[in-house]
Every structure is written in C-alpha cells, then in structure tokens.
C-alpha cells in the first residue's frame, strides 16, 4: 500500500527529485509498470528512463512493485511510494539546533508540525479534487489581531478556545463525515 502524501526530508530524495524527467517518471508510476512502460508514457528511450527509475529506487522514492511477462521477457515493475511529494520545512534548518529549539519550545514545535500536516492534507485533497473530480468541502479564514500586552492576549486565547469549545461541542458529534478543525496564533513577523 503506497501512501498518498510522502514528506520529503533527505536531501538526496529532494536532490533526486530536481531533475525535471524524474518528475515525470514519478507521475508515470502512481501506477505501477516497468522502464519500458513509463519510456512509452513520457515519450522517452527506456535506456534514459531505466537510469531515471534507478536513481529514484535508490532513494526510496519508487520501490519494486512485482513483475510482468511480456512474451520472452520479464519485466521489473515499479510504483512511486506516493501519489504526491511535499518538502519539508525542517529541511533548511539546521537539525541540532532545531531540535533544542523545538525541545523547549512545544507549541512552537506543534505548530511546525501544524504546517508540515495542512501541507500533507491539502496535497491529498488536490488530488482528490484533481484525480476523483471530487468537491472539496473546505473553508480557511485568516485574521490578523493585535494585543496591547501578554495579559490581554491570553484573555483572547481564553475566550477563543472556549468559544471553540463550545461550538466543537454543538455541532460535532460522533457519526457523519470528519473534519480536521485547526487553530494556530503565532507573532506575525516583518518580511526580511
């Protein structure tokens, strides 16, 4: 079973993926099929695509998929280990010091991982959309709020997790479709 999203964090799968014709050989294999398959799909030599589809194995970015017969031959068949990529945002930073930053600061820490999971969910629900022709039922609101002093901010948090609470508490329940309701406030920092 393959995954829908893959998060990228090695540089050697990201400096894999740079090429432009790996792209294409990754978007060939959401499905598996062999060198010859995917030379015949992107329009390319399949001594060129077999190089392509050995680097991305060597990676870990396609694996073995099984194998077909096609007369005399055997042929090697092979599937991306996703439907989609995204980078992750841990990958500029230096791990050491992101690490102890991340130690001692956890809601900095979950709101990484905030980032890194909407930017997974919204990549499977592009391909839901794109793929499945599927509505996408979604809303995002983004507000910018200022606060005299720290005091005055926690009232806000306060009262909106409440007022969140409450209204998680209304409407939820446990049957229906599930949704993934997020709340995120950070310091809203001056472009560089």
């Keep these: 079973m393959h995954q829908a ?3 990228l964090s090695e540089p050697q799968q990201i400096q894999a993926l740079a090429h432009p014709l790996r792209l294409d050989v990754i978007a060939a294999l959401r499905e598996p099929d062999s060198a010859a398959g995917v030379a015949r799909q992107i329009g390319r030599p399949r001594q060129q695509v077999n190089y392509h589809l050995k680097e991305l194995a060597r990676v870990g970015l396609v694996t073995p998929a099984g194998e077909r ?57 592009i391909d839901a959309a794109m793929m499945d022709g599927t509505e996408i039922p979604s809303v995002s609101a983004v507000a910018e709020v200022r606060f005299e002093n720290e ?42």
């Design 5 to 7: 999203v893959h998060r």
């Design 69 to 125: 017969r096609k007369g005399n031959f055997i042929e090697q068949l092979y599937q991306a280990v996703a439907r989609r990529f995204v980078v992750s945002s841990r990958f500029t930073w230096n791990q050491e010091q992101l690490e102890a930053t991340l130690r001692d600061q956890v809601a900095l820490a979950q709101l990484t991982e905030l980032g890194e999971r909407l930017q997974r969910d919204a990549a499977r629900l």
């Design 151 to 192: 005091t005055a901010r926690a009232r806000f948090l306060e009262e909106y997790m409440d007022a969140l609470q409450k209204l998680l508490n209304k409407h939820g329940g446990t049957k229906g479709e599930a949704f993934r309701v997020t709340f995120a406030a950070y310091p809203e920092l001056e472009d560089a």
